[in-house]
């Protein structure tokens, strides 16, 4: 009998093939039993395909869950995958819930070495933090941190200061990177950490630019009420670096009203004006650029706040605001003052705008209670009035110290 060069290698390839098939049907197997997900099957995938890391590690988890001993088989998967760091890691929690720190302190660096991701890093500044140990947890909550997004921050952020109290070392510790740092300041500020913030804040005011606008602004809000020294500082550090367009502060020398000539601002925060809405009011600037036009059609609230400002004070140092009012139709509009509010209640009430087309000069003194207090533009009908309709123009509003 005669074969053909052809009929060979068909005779030749059939093994192979045959091979190949029943390695597929064998894996294919394997894999049906570790989808049956219990320790018998898994046992016998095992015999299948003993090179299964997976295998192996959930075969791990059932022999836990029985009370038994699952490192051997955890310790087989990471041979199996030296790369998988979450073996390591699962030996590491192992190692530490037996009080053996020395091993698992070594898995979850083999973990760091085999990852580089936030995990394995989080992992072991975890550990450093429940063994109480310093030398290591700030190298780890550095490395952390230089890994994480900025959704991540928070959390080891908190871990810091649930280790330390000191925020000179926690500072120290951060990455030299802006982000990272313009973050942590909004970490303080939402956590009520006012002090450090000052610190924080002084640094991102003196080299930021405007994407740290907000933030410090924010910070100024928040420190306001506690360390209005600090607030000015960081205002003035804006307005110097021409971040914001409004001048700076010097409550001091009698300078606490930032913007006098009511300007449109992009973001009217700080000591900035708030324009509040109010049904039946609207608030322009005046057609003479350095005053406000507040328009009543009559149905406005019986009262409402319609301008405030966040003003800085010296605390018990006396204070006088000055200003002109006119309606420019000449029809009276009644029921509209000045009010301070401080820390303590009202600090102080203007004399009542009754406005008609002449312009009218007025001011009022109070004396600062504490360090901040708040300037409002209110309207209140007054009893027996109807409600006010026509336009209010105040103007050259201006602040100074007393003597």
């Known amino acids: 009998m005669k074969y053909t060069a052809f009929n060979l290698l068909w005779l030749l390839t059939l093994p192979a093939m045959a091979a190949g098939a029943w390695f597929s049907i064998r894996l294919a197997y394997a894999d049906s039993l570790y989808i049956v997900n219990e ?28 009370g038994a001993d699952p490192k051997p088989e955890l310790r087989r998967a990471s041979i199996l995958s030296p790369l998988n760091s979450l073996y390591l890691e699962r030996l590491a929690v192992r190692a530490e819930s037996e009080h053996d720190y020395f091993s698992a302190e070594k898995f979850l660096n083999q973990a760091a070495a085999v990852d580089n991701k936030l995990l394995p890093r989080w992992d072991l500044l975890n550990f450093y933090f429940r063994r109480g140990d310093d030398t290591n947890f700030w190298p780890w909550f550095r490395r952390s941190l230089e890994m994480s997004s900025i ?7 908190n871990l810091a200061w649930a280790h330390s109290q000191d925020p000179a070392a926690i500072l120290k510790s951060i990455p030299p990177v802006h982000r990272m740092l313009q973050h942590y300041l909004g970490f303080l500020v939402q956590t009520g950490r006012l002090e450090p913030a000052a610190v924080v ?4 005011a003196s080299v930021g630019g405007e994407a740290d606008v907000s933030e410090l602004l924010a910070y100024c809000e928040r420190a306001l009420s506690s360390d209005s020294a600090s607030a000015v500082r960081i205002w003035n550090a804006l307005s110097a670096r021409k971040l914001i367009p409004l001048a700076q502060l010097n409550p001091g020398q009698g300078n606490f009203i930032a913007n006098r000539n009511f300007l449109p601002t992009p973001s009217p925060r700080a000591f900035d004006w708030v324009v509040l809405p109010a049904d039946g009011i609207y608030t322009t600037q005046s057609a003479e650029a350095d005053g406000v036009s507040i328009h009543f ?18 605390a018990d140092d006396r204070y006088l605001i000055s200003y002109e009012f006119s309606s420019p139709a000449g029809s009276p509009v009644r029921g509209l003052w000045w009010d301070v509010i401080s820390s303590v209640g009202v600090a102080a009430t203007s004399p009542e705008m009754s406005a008609n087309a002449d312009w009218h000069p007025a001011s009022f003194e109070f004396l600062a209670a504490g360090g901040w207090a708040e300037l409002r533009l209110r309207y209140r009908r007054p009893a027996g009035a109807i409600r006010a309709e026509g336009t209010v123009i105040v103007r050259k509003l201006t602040g100074r110290l007393v003597k």
């Open 201 to 204: 804040a002084d640094r991102i």
């Open 297 to 314: 059609d009559g149905t406005e609230s019986e009262d409402c706040i319609i301008l405030r400002q966040s003003v800085p004070l010296v």
């Open 151 to 157: 959704d991540d921050a928070d959390g080891i952020f």
């Open 39 to 66: 320790p018998d099957a898994l046992a016998l995938a095992i015999q299948l395909e003993p090179g299964s890391a997976a295998y192996h590690a959930l075969l791990a988890e059932h022999i836990e869950g029985q």
